[in-house]
């Protein structure tokens, strides 16, 4: 069982920068997947990036691709998501998944593990 805590959303004015974390325990994270998803309110949730391990594929989604990066730190278990340039439309919950496995990495379905999710708020 993988157990997942996201940390780092918090509330940021346009055009900052913020970087999130998300901690994995209960197993190491070799093998697995990894990605980052957002939901806003009143919308579903939606792919953000995702990275393969050993960390030499990612994937974004086209809103936040050049914006965003996803890295992983084995050694720490924690994957991240560094975010610049932030916009209002970035407001929602990110979210943590992990999946064994490189394929589909994109696919919200695939995932069956998550963390609780942090919120990340960007001021006009």
């Known amino acids: 069982q993988v157990v997942l805590v996201e940390s780092g959303g918090g509330l940021v004015q346009t055009g900052d920068s913020l970087t999130l974390s998300c901690a994995a325990t209960?197993?190491?994270?070799?093998?697995?997947?990894m990605a980052w998803f957002r939901q806003a309110p009143g919308k579903e949730r939606e792919f953000v990036a995702s990275i393969d391990w050993p960390g030499t594929l990612t994937y974004y989604a086209d809103s936040v691709e050049s914006r965003f990066t996803i890295w992983r730190h084995d050694d720490k278990n924690t994957v991240y998501l560094q975010m610049f340039t932030l916009k209002p439309e970035d407001t929602a919950v990110y979210y943590c998944?992990?999946?064994?496995?490189?394929?589909?990495?994109?696919?919200?379905?695939?995932?069956?593990?998550w963390g609780q999710g942090t919120q990340v708020t960007v001021s006009s």
């Open positions: 209960g197993r190491t994270l070799t093998g697995y997947a």
């Open positions: 998944a992990g999946k064994y496995g490189s394929s589909r990495m994109r696919e919200i379905d695939q995932y069956p593990y």
